[in-house]
């Protein structure tokens, strides 16, 4: 018997009880929000599919009891199931994926039909919530909570702000670990080859957690191939894999660099594994590569969580301005 197919498409209505949301197409844009952004935006369900549903808190402080819920509008014999059924805590910039079960009834007819979200959360003394203007960015980037103040350049620099992109290179050069990573990656988010110069200097250091996340903004912005065939042979692996990825992120093709990207999938090392699939599923639309980002999404580890949700956001962004997504 033939499989019936149902298009859904996703007209994402966002409402709450007593915390605001907003619906964007980067989740790490914008400060006092509760942000929602589905992987997918259109689905096609041969008997059921499913996909996650990201929630960043970009509130200040932690918000309670965190719940989605979805409705289908106009399917008759397709259900939806969201799982969790709740998150009892979700922290200042902290981000959860719900799962979407997708399912179609045998003998349900091919059509159309629209899903709808309702995320909640129970208040914790918010105010009520305006668009943020560049005086309140720049407000919160010189405020004392890390992550508001993160959030805040990263908007900031993709802006082009200056005093943003002044207070996100200064992340870059004095943080450590994750948030040095993450302010190095975000430079590749501002889509400014200016920045180039600033990134190759990081190249000159020891540290290969530094030098790897350079290399992958480089990549972003474009830099020429030279930059990255350099750092192939880096003794330091997420080097070489941040190498290659660099090269197809700037436009490079070639046998070698899917190649050695695809090796990269089933390296030992965690971030190895993300550069390869951030890179294969962005530039070449590999599932293989979607699949390893989101397998290493589900770790426990928070440093590995950022860098792979940066993976995934971007890789997302690239569908949806594709039409793919």
């Not at 498409?9 to 989740?27: D, F, P, R, T, Y």
């Not at 549903?53 to 309670?64: A, H, R």
């Not at 259900?79 to 709740?86: F, G, L, M, R, V």
């Not at 908007?155 to 207070?167: Q, S």
Request: charged share 25%; hydrophobic share 40%; glycine share 8%.
């Amino acid at each position: 018997m033939a499989r019936t197919c149902r298009w859904l498409v996703l007209g994402v209505l966002l409402a709450s009880l007593s915390a605001s949301a907003h619906l964007c197409n980067n989740i790490y844009r914008t400060p006092d929000r509760l942000i929602v952004k589905p992987e997918k935006q259109v689905a096609e369900v041969d008997k059921s599919d499913q996909f996650r549903i990201f929630v960043q808190n970009n509130y200040q402080s932690y918000i309670e009891n965190v719940r989605l819920v979805a409705k289908i509008e106009g399917g008759d014999g397709v259900t939806a199931e969201i799982t969790p059924d709740s998150v009892p805590r979700l922290n200042s910039g902290q981000r959860i994926a719900f799962q979407l079960k997708l399912t179609v009834k045998d003998g349900t007819p091919a059509g159309q039909c629209k899903l709808r979200l309702n995320v909640s959360a129970n208040q914790i003394g918010f105010r009520p919530v305006s668009e943020p203007t560049m005086d309140d960015l720049l407000k919160e980037s010189q405020d004392g909570n890390h992550s508001g103040a993160m959030l805040a350049c990263e908007a900031l620099a993709r802006l082009k702000n200056p005093k943003g992109v002044e207070k996100l290179r200064d992340f870059c050069t004095r943080e450590k670990g994750d948030w040095r990573g993450r302010a190095i990656r975000a430079m590749g988010r501002t889509e400014d080859p200016g920045q180039i110069p600033f990134l190759r200097q990081l190249l000159t250091e020891r540290d290969g957690w530094v030098r790897g996340n350079a290399l992958l903004s480089l990549g972003l912005l474009k830099d020429e191939a030279a930059t990255f065939t350099a750092q192939t042979g880096d003794r330091d692996d997420f080097v070489r894999a941040a190498a290659w990825a660099g090269l197809a992120f700037a436009g490079q093709k070639s046998a070698d660099i899917d190649t050695q990207l695809k090796a990269g999938l089933t390296s030992d090392n965690a971030y190895v594994r993300i550069a390869s699939g951030w890179a294969l599923a962005a530039m070449r639309h590999d599932k293989a590569g979607v699949d390893v980002l989101d397998a290493a999404f589900k770790t426990g580890d928070a440093q590995q969580r950022v860098a792979c949700g940066d993976a995934l956001v971007d890789v997302a962004a690239r569908q949806s301005a594709d039409g793919k997504g």
